[in-house]
């Protein structure tokens, strides 16, 4: 199994079959080789993969796609890797060596930062969604407040609060006392006239009370005509003073519906302001709800749409990496500035690893053999064009001798026919013609 391996790791390298089995304990640095180049194409691919699969997200067959492009790239960067590689010959002096390097160089940091990319975005994907999604919400709170501006929403909103406000409030008004000035004034004129009104009849009671009782016992005494007069007099001034009490008590009663007057009109009039608060309340309620209602659906289309435009994908997740990198402030940004240039570094070094690795390794046995065989390879194939070339010119050699044969003949066979024959002008071309033909 460990033998299959590494012939297979070395097939991989590039490295001969007739050369492996001719040297199978020098096969360490060729399978080494070839172990580094199906590692760094497998990270290529899954890299790749992972690429395609951020980039396509939310698409239905993302992952369909990722699992076929991702095997695709690695395939891609192994030949790129393979045929570098290749590309240095051990037994050239070592400064052409190192320069043939230095050449391949450029390619192997490209790749190794093409590599690296997807895996940092994958290390720092939760930062990087949480700082997307961060940066969306900011987004949103703007429309928001730019689609509410564009309705009116806060205005209106202001309005029916404030109608609402002044509706609630002369309600809490009605419920209460009067408080208007007409009224203030009816009714301390009709608390005045009952004051008056008990102050007459707290006054005058008693007086009727004597008086009746005078007029009680003078209608008890004897009939004389003193005693009429006195109780005529007494019950004229009972009359008087119950004549006192009813006109303080018609005051208190004209002054006290007076009051109650006053306080209908304020009510009536406090309840046509009601309603008409009330409809304006209502009207800017509606107009508010309504405003509020298509800034809610403008805000929803937002949503979406920034949903959309946020996906976290390749790009915008590579945007935001970039972001907070170059924000001094971020409390992220030294990390992630590290972790970037620590993953760039690792894949430039395993890429550049396979190149140093041909480079530095010293000529063994296996590099002479290839080049024994490269040798035998190629004088086999010089052998075998001098061969193909001398039998052409054989070849070629024996028609020039047949062409001349029968160019002789022919000519003697149209000197005859000439001699013997008058030939047309027809005849002469196509005899020139197939003479030409013969030539060619």
Known sequence: ???????????????????????PKALGLASTTGGLLVLISAAAAGAFGFAVWKALAGHAHALVVALITGPAWGTLIFCVDRALVLGIDKLAPFWRQLSMTLARAPFAVVIGFVISKPVVLAVSGSLLDYETRKTQRAVLRAEVEQNAQLEGLPSKQRLAASAASARD???????G??????????????????????RVERVNNPRIAGVQAEINR??????????????????RQRSTLRSEIARARTAADLAQRKADSVAGRWYRAGQQKLSVLDSVATV??????????????????????????????????????KRIQRDPKHAHSATMRAVEMGLDGLFVMLELSVLILKLLARIGPLDHTVRALELEDQERVTNAVNAATAKLQAESQAKEQLYQKLWVALTHHYDSRLKHTALTRTEIIDMLKEVDQLGA
């Open 284 to 321: 800017a309620a509606h107009r508010a709800d309504s405003a509020g209602a298509r800034v809610n659906a403008q805000n929803s289309k937002s949503d979406e749409a920034l949903d959309a435009l946020f996906r976290p994908n390749l790009i915008n997740e590579y945007t935001t990496l």
């Open 169 to 175: 409030s002369v309600e809490v008004r009605l419920q």
């Open 177 to 198: 006392v009067p408080d208007s000035y007409d009224y203030h004034e009816a009714k301390a004129a009709a608390d005045a006239a009952t004051a008056t009104a008990q």
């Open 1 to 23: 199994m460990s033998r299959h391996l590494t012939q297979w790791l070395c097939t991989v390298a590039g490295v001969r079959k007739d050369a492996q089995a001719q040297v």
């Open 218 to 235: 003078l209608a008890a005494e004897a009939d004389s005509a003193q005693n009429r007069a006195a109780l005529e007099a007494a019950q």
